[in-house]
């Protein structure tokens, strides 16, 4: 079994195409984005249509639909359309940008509404998920659309706002639902933690990307400028960390 995973995409048609074909050169079964398909970059409705209608030749050439998880701003979108709050705030969602929402067709929006949360990959004990998770969570199913949002988290181990909080969510988890590979967080190339992997480098103008394997060691990661061509970047601890964890932070 082969998993190759995209992080977040931001409205980069092109790398995102380069991206998939790389990942189709390792022979995956299954192909997962990771949200946050739109917005930022030049192309996101391309981006969107590109992840609802089209796919990938898996390793026998059998063509096979793209699997796309909710991005916060997929989410952000939709409850626009919908008229509703986000998570934790007061007042009707504002779409990140008004001329894209208005041309976003209602096929598209009611796609954006039908993505999961997280997908799991039981063969891989791998859950692909936008945003993260906190110490509290029983069951996944429980930290329902905050999971879009998680970054840092409070000293009681709740999601914190902005940069509130003093520990990064990775290195509170403690691996509970299995190995969680994740975006959201911008980092400067795929980044490993004790339970979780880093795939996102949208702040440093990259794609990230990576394959998870039952048939080699570990991972393969490749990392895509914008403007550039896919190549092999190293998957390993992440220097980026702002704490390591520790039985006094973690709440369980």
């Not at 096979?64 to 991005?71: Q, T």
């Not at 999601?159 to 975006?183: E, H, K, P």
Request: aromatic share 10%; glycine share 12%; proline share 6%.
């Amino acid at each position: 079994m082969k998993l190759g995973v995209i992080g977040d995409i931001h409205g980069h048609l092109r790398e995102m195409v380069l991206m998939i074909r790389a990942l189709e050169e390792h022979g995956i079964d299954r192909c997962v984005l990771l949200g946050d398909l739109c917005d930022r970059g030049p192309q996101s409705l391309g981006c969107l249509r590109y992840g609802m209608t089209e796919g990938f030749l898996d390793r026998r050439g059998r063509y096979k639909p793209l699997e796309v998880v909710r991005g916060n701003h997929e989410d952000g979108y939709v409850r626009a359309w919908r008229g509703v709050t986000k998570p934790g705030r007061v007042g009707v969602a504002e779409p990140e940008e008004s001329r894209l929402y208005s041309r976003i067709p209602k096929s598209t929006l009611g796609w954006m509404e039908r993505l999961p949360i997280f997908i799991r990959v039981p063969e891989l004990n791998l859950v692909c998920v936008h945003g993260g998770v906190t110490p509290r969570y029983v069951s996944l199913e429980e930290g329902g659309e905050f999971m879009l949002r998680v970054r840092f988290l409070t000293d009681d181990g709740r999601m914190a706002r902005g940069l509130m909080g003093n520990l990064f969510w990775a290195d509170a988890y403690d691996g509970r639902f299995g190995t969680i590979v994740f975006g959201h967080e911008s980092h400067a190339r795929p980044s490993r933690y004790e339970h979780a992997v880093a795939i996102d480098g949208e702040g440093y103008r990259k794609v990230h990307a990576a394959v998870f394997s039952d048939e080699n060691e570990g991972p393969i990661a490749f990392s895509c400028h914008y403007g550039g061509i896919p190549f092999e970047a190293p998957l390993d601890c992440d220097p980026y960390r702002y704490h390591a964890p520790s039985t006094q932070q973690v709440v369980r």
